[in-house]
């Protein structure tokens, strides 16, 4: 079955970096779409960032200018860095993949940012 693993979350200060990835088996990886999420409990997940197939990137304007995604298709693989983080970059942070109409997550990995 598809699988889609986070790893790299933890307790950074603020300031600080971070950096996350995401492993994705069983999928055609390179064909889709990856997407970083974020969540806040009580809140609604938030797109952060994407990276397309031809590895065209967008960022939410919360993170422009500090986050980084990219890609390597070789080990099926999506990264996210982390720089300048702020407390309100404290959330659960999930990847996606998409491709079509199939839609698969990650179970998430907590980033905490606090001094």
């Known amino acids: 079955q598809v699988q889609l693993v986070e790893f790299g979350g933890g307790l950074v200060q603020p300031g600080g970096s971070l950096g996350l990835s995401c492993v994705a088996s069983?999928?055609?990886?390179?064909?889709?779409?990856m997407n970083w999420y974020r969540q806040v409990p009580g809140k609604q997940r938030e797109l952060v960032t994407t990276?397309?197939?031809?590895?065209?990137?967008n960022y939410a304007d919360s993170v422009k200018g500090r986050f980084t995604i990219s890609r390597d298709n070789a080990k099926s693989t999506v990264y996210l860095q982390m720089d300048s983080l702020k407390p309100e970059d404290t959330a659960v942070y999930y990847c996606n993949a998409h491709w079509s109409t199939l839609d698969y997550w990650g179970k998430g990995t907590l980033v905490t940012i606090s001094s």
């Open positions: 069983r999928i055609m990886f390179s064909s889709y779409t």
């Open positions: 990276i397309t197939s031809g590895g065209s990137t």
